[in-house]
């Protein structure tokens, strides 16, 4: 059945801005097939509480910190198409990203967790909105350690003006890159939660185990 395979490979060798693959820095499009083929051969994690495509290591880890950190999206993209039939949502789900604080937005010129949010929603032929806004800017999680990870992102979060209405008895997906201790996509589920969201499942592209 060459239908979805052959798609996702297309979709992931296929995205050519970067001069380089991102996985292995190899000449080339955003991924090279050796680091499309050595991605999909990983088995899917076991994470509690949340969906995760893919381990963070070895080329999904660095294809993720060029998607994040020099503006990558391609590859950040096709790595999306590649994790999301790994990633199966609840049925008739809203969409949404993780939001980004808005001084690192404007950094950054993107929200990543955007980037992949909207990938899996286009595959997944789902609603993509973004529910939620960053409410106070927060130290980048990763220069924390594990017990002050969830008072950094407490009340960091907030459900956008007008999508109250929206919010309130759906089921939402909320996405994110990548997971380490849970602190902030439990922060923003909660607020959905709270926010009178019926259901709430993340899930993210890869986890640290």
């Avoid at 017990?147 to 907030?158: H, Y």
């Amino acid at each position: 059945m060459y239908g979805l395979v052959g798609r996702l490979h297309q979709v992931a060798l296929d995205c050519v801005a970067p001069s380089r693959c991102a996985g292995c820095a190899k000449s080339g499009g955003a991924l090279c097939e050796a680091c499309v083929d050595a991605i999909e051969a990983t088995p899917v994690p076991l994470v509690s509480g949340v969906r995760a495509a893919f381990v963070y290591e070895t080329e999904v880890r660095r294809i993720l910190h060029h998607g994040k950190f020099r503006d990558c999206r391609a590859a950040l993209r096709a790595l999306a198409w590649l994790g999301a039939p790994r990633l199966q949502p609840p049925a008739d789900a809203l969409v949404t990203p993780v939001p980004l604080a808005a001084r690192r937005a404007h950094q950054r010129g993107y929200n990543q967790a955007r980037v992949v949010a909207k990938a899996l929603a286009e595959f997944h032929q789902l609603q993509l909105h973004d529910l939620l806004e960053r409410t106070r800017d927060t130290p980048a999680q990763s220069t924390l350690d594990r017990s002050a990870r969830r008072e950094n992102v407490t009340r960091a979060f907030a459900v956008v003006a007008g999508a109250r209405a929206m919010v309130a008895g759906a089921t939402v997906w909320l996405v994110d890159d990548v997971v380490t201790t849970g602190s902030t996509t439990a922060a923003a589920r909660d607020v959905l939660v709270d926010a009178g969201a019926a259901r709430v499942e993340i899930a993210v592209l890869a986890a640290v185990v």
